[in-house]
């Protein structure tokens, strides 16, 4: 996988020199994303407020464009940072799902701890049996390609709620969903057809020295995991048309 500008490509496993754009790339281009806007806004606002003094004397030096600069970046400087959180709980995920060693600093084992202790209480109550980790997945004829964190078969019920908070269906425990662990505050609308495109790829990669790709194990549906310090949800997500 490659990075262009924030963008992420893969490579066409079938067709070498080939990339092909991943799902949060196309996504990126073509949702609209109200909630974001309004969210940069509302945090270049309280950076400002919170940061009054701050932002008062480099007014009080004419240094306006500084000032703004300053209040505008938060919001990347917070995205950045859950990032690098997002990508450390990815990591020790996967190790811990695979059983492997993770290495990491203290620092930033203090940061991830609370999201690690919703994790297992995720394993604990919800007792996952998982049939893949971190994989990546392609769609041969629309040629997209993605990561997905795994394939899970929960043994308990999956809920599928609807905007308005109304059940609309629910997975039986066993039934195989494409997962994905989503750590930020909130879990955002574009997140369905993100792991609708996944769940319906046509070839997933396996993880050895001769990047086997084989068909796409079929699953029934997808759910998304959302891991935060106080606690887990687990969102059900229906794979239609």
Known sequence: MSDRDGERYY?????????????????????NKPNLLEWRSREAARFAVENFDT??????????????????????????????LGKLFHRLAEA????????????????????????????????????WAEATVYHQ???????????????VPV???SSKGK??????????????????????????????????ATHMGIKDQLNTVVPMPKVVGAAVVHIRPDGFRVHGVRVTP
């Open 167 to 200: 059940l609309v269906d629910s997975f039986p425990p066993g039934s195989l969903l494409n997962t994905d662990w989503k750590t930020g505050r909130s879990v955002w609308v574009e997140t369905v057809a993100q792991q609708v495109a996944y769940s319906t």
């Open 11 to 31: 490579p066409n496993p079938w067709r070498e020199g080939e990339r092909w754009a991943s799902v949060t790339t196309i996504l990126g281009a073509v949702a």
């Open 55 to 84: 932002m008062f004397s480099l007014i009080a030096e004419g240094k306006d464009r500084e000032a703004i600069e300053l209040a505008a970046g938060e919001p990347d400087r917070i995205a950045e940072r859950a990032a690098d």
């Open 96 to 131: 811990e799902i695979k059983g492997e060693p993770a290495t990491m600093t203290d620092e930033e084992s203090a940061a991830v701890a609370p999201f690690m202790d919703s994790f297992h209480r995720f394993l604990e109550e919800t007792k996952p049996t998982f049939r």
């Open 159 to 161: 809920p599928v709620i």
């Open 141 to 155: 004829w629309a040629k997209y390609a993605g990561t997905t964190d795994g394939g899970v078969e929960f043994g």
